[in-house]
């Protein structure tokens, strides 16, 4: 038996027996990158034909728990069309992590203790947990009933439903822990759509939190993208009440810093110097001028001046900074 058969099936110019039927499954359950070719056709016949034979449900479920294989396209069809009870429900998720599964099925079954933070667990900000689509907030509150907030279900925005949304996130950010808010705005950092409105509140709530979290993104270099760097720019910018941004705090948060370099390359500056005038990207020009000193730094620090003379009153900022660098590499 192999996969081309399947078309013939769908079009109803074969037929399978119960145990050819079931042949075919294990088959493709053991080799679902072959059957991926086919992926439409399995659809169309375990949807029209098999999902209505008695031995489906517990049969597929079988499989899937056997089978050595977890990421393929062809196992969220099943996922689909089965009914588990709790403890297989349980199980599935925690190997195959597909949201649509748990959304399918988690209103289903009560929970104990050990189920719901099993069932947390899973929704850790790993790449190897379930991964959240954008759900609504009727949807969030739903499954939180059943499991208490899950931060990063919390960490996700509707668009039509924010300011719902923000609100509950404000209200159960200290409850939870320190990497659990680590994740939370390391996830929002990525939002490049994260409103004007309630980010200042959000800020101005967790001042203390945020700034704690934003050293620990500079101290570890996997963290220095363009998403944390824009999102410390705006925390900075957030500082005081009239929006301008506090140069003495961040020059005391920078000091605290090992090491500068890589936090952002000539090219960006350069590209930020010549495009921007918006004064909120000017934190960016600061990381950057506070690189680790290399052939840059002195045109970095000029040009900067140059374009933005109403800063000069910092100037003995970087000359301090310098003093401070100079006796350490001496």
């Not at 969220?76 to 190997?95: G, M």
């Not at 939370?184 to 990525?190: A, D, F, Q, Y």
């Not at 990381?287 to 374009?307: H, L």
């Amino acid at each position: 038996m192999d996969f081309s058969i399947i078309p013939a099936l769908v079009y109803h110019e074969e037929f399978f027996s119960v145990e050819q039927q079931k042949e075919l499954l294990t088959l493709i359950c053991n080799n679902p990158a072959q059957a991926e070719e086919f992926i439409e056709e399995i659809h169309d016949y375990v949807a029209n034909d098999l999902q209505k034979e008695n031995y489906f449900n517990e049969f597929i479920i079988e499989l899937l728990l056997s089978t050595k294989h977890s990421n393929s396209l062809i196992f969220i069809i099943f996922l689909h069309y089965i009914k588990p009870n709790k403890l297989q429900f349980i199980q599935l998720l925690e190997k195959f992590k597909c949201f649509d599964f748990f959304n399918n099925n988690f209103d289903d079954f009560d929970y104990n203790d050990d189920d719901i933070l099993k069932i947390r667990s899973l929704f850790n900000f790993s790449k190897n947990s379930i991964q959240v689509p954008i759900i609504d907030y009727g949807m969030k509150r739903h499954i939180f009933d059943y499991f208490g907030v899950i931060p990063k279900i919390a960490a996700t925005f509707n668009n039509t439903s924010r300011y719902f949304e923000f609100k509950f996130l404000f209200r159960h950010f200290n409850s939870f822990t320190q990497q659990e808010q680590f994740d939370v705005v390391l996830t929002l950092s990525e939002l490049e759509y994260l409103d004007e409105i309630y980010f200042p509140i959000f800020y101005n709530l967790f001042t203390k939190q945020i700034n704690d979290i934003i050293f620990s993104l500079f101290s570890n270099k996997q963290y220095h993208t363009h998403y944390t760097l824009g999102f410390a720019s705006r925390c900075f910018l957030h500082q005081d009440q009239d929006s301008s941004i506090n140069y003495y705090h961040l020059y005391h948060i920078l000091l605290s810093y090992n090491n500068f370099s890589s936090i952002l390359p000539f090219s960006i500056f350069e590209k930020i110097n010549n495009n921007y005038e918006d004064k909120s990207i000017s934190i960016l020009y600061l990381f950057t001028i506070f690189e680790n000193i290399t052939s840059d730094y002195n045109f970095c620090k000029s040009a900067f001046f140059e374009k933005h003379p109403i800063y000069k009153h910092i100037l003995p900022v970087f000359e301090e900074y310098e003093t401070r660098l100079n006796i350490e590499n001496f």
